[in-house]
């Protein structure tokens, strides 16, 4: 069964519409072996604002990404230091905390701006960490709202939103980070983009 005949009837039986988690997007596989180490890369786009490259396009393995470095961690490396901050996989973005970690991490979500807007931290009251509850909908504060993704069901098409958050890591350090897209220049799906500053920094 080609592709193009796939998708038409994935489109048929697809329950919901746009703001669903994006499976369509799990039916084009990107698995492949891209080593540890070389999932993460950093380009420095001055003012204290680094872009930074996850390559999390891989179904079955999560990356682990530590703010306060700019390092990404081994799972062994994750689970000995607890030091990771947030971790990919695909469209899926969790902090260290709640289900997924202990680490404490929070995170603000700050709608409608820009990263340059947000220039001081939010209240203590506005930091969410992930659900305690595995099963719960939205587990991640970047679900939070309408979540850090806008998808098109039509074009199959995942956009960033235009949303801040602010981070607290694991070393009590805050960091604004705004997702900016989700495809590499080949169209591969898996592949975020975001930019981040240390908020003291600014």
């Not at 001055?46 to 930074?52: A, D, E, F, L």
């Not at 929070?106 to 709608?111: D, K, L, Y």
């Not at 074009?155 to 070393?171: C, F, I, P, S």
Request: charged residues 20%; negative net charge.
């Amino acid at each position: 069964m080609n592709r193009v005949l796939f998708a038409l009837m994935s489109l048929a039986i697809a329950p919901g519409g746009v703001g669903c988690a994006p499976s369509l997007l799990d039916e084009f596989p990107f698995d492949g072996a891209t080593p540890h180490g070389a999932r993460i890369t950093h380009e420095d786009l001055g003012g204290g604002v680094t872009r930074t490259i996850v390559d999390a396009s891989a179904k079955e393995a999560w990356v682990y990404f530590d703010l306060d470095t700019g390092e990404e961690l081994s799972v062994d490396e994750a689970f000995e230091t607890n030091a990771w901050d947030l971790q990919f996989q695909r469209f899926k973005v969790y902090s260290n905390s709640g289900v997924h970690g202990s680490g404490g991490v929070g995170v603000a979500v700050i709608p409608d701006r820009s990263l340059e807007e947000v220039t001081s931290a939010p209240d203590e009251s506005a930091f969410l960490e992930d659900a305690d509850d595995p099963s719960s909908e939205n587990d991640s504060p970047f679900l939070a709202g309408d979540g850090w993704y806008a998808y098109d069901l039509l074009k199959h098409k995942l956009t960033a939103r235009n949303t801040v958050y602010v981070v607290r890591t694991t070393e009590g350090a805050l960091h604004t980070l705004q997702f900016k897209g989700y495809y590499d220049a080949a169209g591969t799906a898996g592949v975020i983009t975001l930019d981040h500053a240390r908020l003291d920094a600014l």
